[in-house]
């Protein structure tokens, strides 16, 4: 009985140690799955996943405090992304979030602009250009259609205008093969 | 001498094939073979438990506990394995987060995984001595290794496939490991 | 010379007879021309003209946006009608920028003279060609003063001139070869000596007879050794990397341009437009367009670029009664125009009136049985069935890893298929949305940079103002027990009172008598006020 007792402490003990050498010998240094995450969330900062962007919001997800459904801009193809990266099933995205629409830019209607630059401070990119008491405007190409300068417009000056398709953005479909209306 | 190791390898990867055969280790055959990546890493993880593993239960069994604590034997021996388990964890997690992170809860459940467990405890029966041992272990979690890969790449094929409504998911993937497990048994009598 | 074998191919029906019979035809000027500024590879041309303006034949009117773009001239002379979005032939069927050029029918041509390319540097060559509008006529439309500069990481030893025109129906290049092979082979001698290749060979299909003897006579007329080379027909041995198998045997890596092998490979028509530009100073505003099909008379002509392509087919006897539509290039890799009112561009080498007895319509698409006769006739030895599989379950990052990006959607694979399954549409599916998302994780990864550069410099701007109210505090603290500060209050407050006394309000002096009356009636009034209060 005593020698089956030293036996197993003696392991307990020895396999502790080993442990515990381990364990400070690989430690992790950092999160390299935030930047893993964050990398295939849109960057729109957008917020509407209630966290203040998209590297927060990265980070709520390596740490398990988010689920992966909750980035709209980012839609189904992002959060199958997120479900193959992490090894989870892909899940509906959550409405409360909202709802993803199509990619669109936000557009200063600019004789109602009065200058208060009240967008600009919210844009979380810098996208929008201006000064006090002169007109704003919108780089286009830098705007990710987040909508946060929509709120703070004193004025609702501001529009979300979607991205038409151009010849430089349009894309192949997916082969369909027609049905012919057979005449009666 | 050399022959019978040769003999060992074959047999455990091919013949006596832990999953598809002895029907061990099922859990994470199912569970971990969506995706290729990560069955080949809980292969590679597998494989470095079990090797190591039966080695060590085999010096355990014989020079600790001997005839007389062999009651101790499924007792330690899951001791030992955790340990190693936890201590392969620590290592991916350093080296691989993203296979960590794949891998999930099936890695620090390569402890109960009953093949893990089951081939030292063969060990034992068959009375192999230490180079037969590691070489049991190191075949047996080879044929793990290759049939969850295998399976993995016809899973990730099935996603894409036409499955008829019922079938779709797990169900036809037990189909699959079935008819898998039946061309395993083609293997029967190729060493006699 | 000995040649080489590329793999797979196939060989569909030729249909080239029908358009080789009558030598190349010149239309009448049209009275419209539209010219769009996406005719080419690369960036959108930039305006250099203005609505009203008046232009001369071969005026520049949309210069090169960056490296990779080429120019847009006039080809003839008239007025700048409009610049406004017009329907373009391009696959998708939607409008793009284009300007219309109202004809004045004088066809007055601007200044233009040879350039003396020997007596100039090179890059200074190059630049003309850019600004000339040189372009790949091959179909592929990439410009050519990139593949014409010459690198010295990577020296071009063989320049091959591709005449083989694999495609069926088309036969533009051939009939170019036949009638102005002398020019040709002038601009093939530009282009030698521009890159420095050790020796160019000019590569025809055998079911060109009559152009490759037309080739051989012009060749032996030159100085220069150029060999001409016939190649067995086989599509599509007309394709770049195809062809340079077949002449060199050297096989253009995976990814890489064919400069990495030291070949660098031109359209014949190219080198005819280079020519043109250099020895005539004559930009690229015309070419040779195969209209063919369903025409009354199918042949060759040399169409002004901005021709709307249903005049064009009107001047080739207008459509058959069963004619359904036209389609732009060959019947391989071409696509159906969404109409006959688009024009003519750099890129139209050829327009056949489809019918449905030419172009059988789509049999609905059976399974895939994995029968792997798109592998065996692949040219670029690709897994076609494994490609189709992953684009069609939407798993690009498996097709991208498959080499998807190496396919030239030649459609052999879609050709041979016994299931009838429209494999290159599932490629180029495949290739713009994984093109569409690669755009946009670049997009995100500004996004991002801006973003955190945002983030830092709030934080900055933070740390700043806490460090300025310290300093502030710190000064305020210094100072609070000082005389000279309570000095200083002290003075201001008198000078403020000073100021207040010497100051008498302005209106009430000289005031009448109403106005005295009322202002007393005021004062009682806020008085009472005052009390309530």
Same mark, same amino acid.
């Given at each position: 009985?005593?020698?089956?007792? %030293?036996? $197993? ?17 690989? #430690? ?42 909750? *980035? ?24 409360? *979030? ?24 919210? &844009? ?10 002169? $007109? ?20 609702? *000056? ?27 | $001498? ?19 055969? !002895?029907?061990?280790?099922? &859990? ?6 969506? !995706? ?41 021996? /899951? ?51 230490? $180079? ?61 | ?16 007879? !029908? ?12 009275? +419209?021309?539209? %010219? ?24 520049? %009117? ?18 700048? @009608? ?11 069927? %939607? ?10 029918? =004088? ?59 694999? =495609? ?33 060979? /000019?590569?025809?299909?055998?079911? #060109? ?51 990495? /092998?030291?070949?660098? &490979? ?83 080498? *050829? ?41 069609? @379950? ?14 030239? =959607? ?43 550069? +945002? ?6 701007? #933070? =740390? ?70």
């Amino acid at each position: 009985m005593m020698t089956a007792l %030293l036996v $197993m402490i003696g392991l307990a003990l020895l396999l502790g140690i080993v442990l515990g050498y381990s364990a400070l010998k690989f #430690k992790v240094e950092g999160d390299p799955l935030v930047d893993k995450i964050d990398a295939i969330l849109p960057q729109t900062q957008c917020g509407q996943c209630g966290f203040p962007g998209c590297k927060p919001y990265a980070t709520a997800i390596a740490h398990g405090e988010a689920d992966i459904n909750q *980035c709209p801009p980012g839609g189904e193809p992002g959060m199958r992304a997120l479900a193959d990266l992490l090894g989870v099933e892909p899940k509906p995205l959550n409405a409360e *979030c909202g709802t993803p629409k199509p990619k669109s830019v936000a557009v200063i209607v600019e004789n109602l602009c009065i200058g208060c630059t009240l967008c600009i401070q919210a &844009c979380p990119v810098d996208a929008i250009l201006g000064a006090a008491k002169q $007109m704003h405007t919108v780089i286009a190409s830098e705007c990710t259609g987040c909508e946060l300068c929509l709120p703070p417009c004193p004025v609702d *000056c501001i529009s979300m205008v979607p991205i038409p398709e151009k010849v430089d953005n349009w894309k192949w479909r997916y082969p369909v093969i027609e049905i012919k209306s057979l005449a009666v | $001498m050399l022959e019978s190791y040769i003999l060992i390898l074959l047999g455990t990867v091919f013949v006596n094939n832990i999953v598809l055969v !002895k029907i061990l280790g099922l &859990c994470p055959f199912m569970g971990v073979s969506k !995706k290729l990546e990560a069955s080949i890493g809980m292969g590679a993880a597998t494989t470095f438990v079990l090797t190591i593993g039966s080695g060590s239960s085999y010096l355990i069994n014989q020079y600790l506990l001997g005839p007389d604590l062999f009651y101790l034997r499924t007792l330690s021996f /899951i001791v030992v394995i955790a340990g190693i388990v936890q201590f392969t964890e620590i290592v991916v997690e350093k080296t691989s987060p993203v296979l960590y992170q794949l891998l999930g809860i099936y890695l620090p459940l390569i402890t109960t995984n009953c093949a893990v467990l089951g081939i030292p405890l063969l060990n034992v029966q068959g009375n192999h001595n230490f $180079m037969q041992s590691l070489l049991f272990g190191f075949g047996g979690s080879v044929g793990f290794s290759l049939v969850l890969v295998l399976f993995a790449s016809m899973r990730e094929r099935m996603e894409a496939a036409d499955v008829p409504g019922p079938f779709k998911g797990s169900a036809i993937a037990m189909v699959t490991a079935g008819l898998m497990s039946l061309a395993f048994m083609g293997f029967a009598g190729l060493i006699r | 010379m000995s040649l080489f074998k590329f793999h797979g191919g196939v060989h569909p029906p030729e249909h080239k007879l !029908k358009s080789t019979a009558a030598p190349i035809r010149s239309v009448t000027m049209p009275l +419209r021309l539209v %010219l769009p500024l996406r005719q080419h590879v690369g960036n959108v041309a930039k305006l250099m003209v203005a609505v009203g303006d008046h232009v001369l034949k071969g005026q520049l %009117l949309a210069a090169p946006d960056g490296m990779i773009s080429a120019a847009v001239h006039a080809p003839t002379s008239g007025t700048i @009608a409009a610049i406004e979005e017009r329907l373009i032939p391009h696959a998708s069927g %939607l409008p793009d920028l284009c300007i219309t050029l109202n004809a004045d029918g =004088e066809d007055r041509w601007g200044d233009h003279q040879p350039l003396d390319y020997q007596a100039q540097e090179k890059s200074a060559v190059l630049d003309a060609l850019r600004l000339a509008g040189v372009v790949g006529l091959g179909g592929a439309t990439f410009p050519s003063h990139v593949k014409l500069r010459a690198d010295d990481a990577h020296p071009v030893l063989t320049l091959i001139i591709n005449g083989a025109e694999c =495609e069926p129906y088309i036969t533009c290049d051939d009939l170019l070869m036949r009638e102005r092979a002398l020019e040709i082979v002038r601009g093939i001698e530009i282009m030698q000596y521009l890159l420095g290749a050790k020796h160019a060979i /000019i590569g025809i299909e055998d079911n #060109k007879p009559e152009a490759a003897a037309a080739m051989r006579l012009a060749c032996s007329q030159n100085s220069i050794s150029i060999t001409v080379a016939t190649v067995p027909t086989l599509y599509p041995g007309g394709g770049a990397k195809q062809l340079i198998k077949v002449l060199t045997g050297l096989e253009v890596p995976s990814g890489k341009l064919p400069t990495t /092998i030291g070949v660098q &490979c031109f359209n014949v028509a190219t080198a005819y437009t280079v020519h043109r530009f250099i020895d005539h100073g004559e930009p690229v505003i015309s070419r040779v367009v195969t209209v063919t099909g369903r025409v009354a008379q199918p042949g060759n002509y040399e169409v002004p670029l901005g021709m709307e392509i249903f005049d064009l087919v009107q001047a080739a006897g207008g459509t058959a009664d069963d004619s359904n539509g036209l389609v732009m290039g060959g019947p391989m890799m071409g696509f159906n125009l969404p109409s006959g009112h688009v024009p003519v561009v750099k890129g139209t080498n *050829c327009i056949i009136a489809s019918a449905p007895a030419l172009f059988a319509p789509q049999p609905p698409a059976m399974p895939c049985i994995r029968c792997a006769r798109c592998a065996e006739v692949c040219p670029v030895n690709l897994q076609p069935q494994e490609l189709y599989w992953f684009a069609r @379950a939407d798993n690009f990052e498996k097709a991208r890893s498959y080499d998807l990006f190496d396919c030239i =959607e030649c459609g052999c694979c879609s050709y041979v298929c016994p299931s009838r399954i429209p494999l290159v549409q599932y490629y180029r599916y495949a290739k713009s949305e994984i093109l569409a998302s690669d755009k946009a994780r670049q997009a995100a990864n500004v996004a991002r940079e801006r973003n955190e550069l +945002r983030l830092a410099r709030i934080a900055r701007e #933070k =740390e700043e103002r806490a460090a300025k109210h310290a300093e502030r505090a710190v000064g305020a603290r210094a100072e609070a027990g000082g005389d000279a500060k309570q000095a200083a209050i002290a003075a201001a407050m008198a000078r403020a009172e000073a100021q207040k006394a010497e100051i008498v309000p302005q209106n009430v002096t000289d005031l009448s008598p109403l106005v005295a009356t009322e202002i007393k009636a005021i004062d009682a009034r806020r008085g009472k006020v005052d009390d309530r209060d």
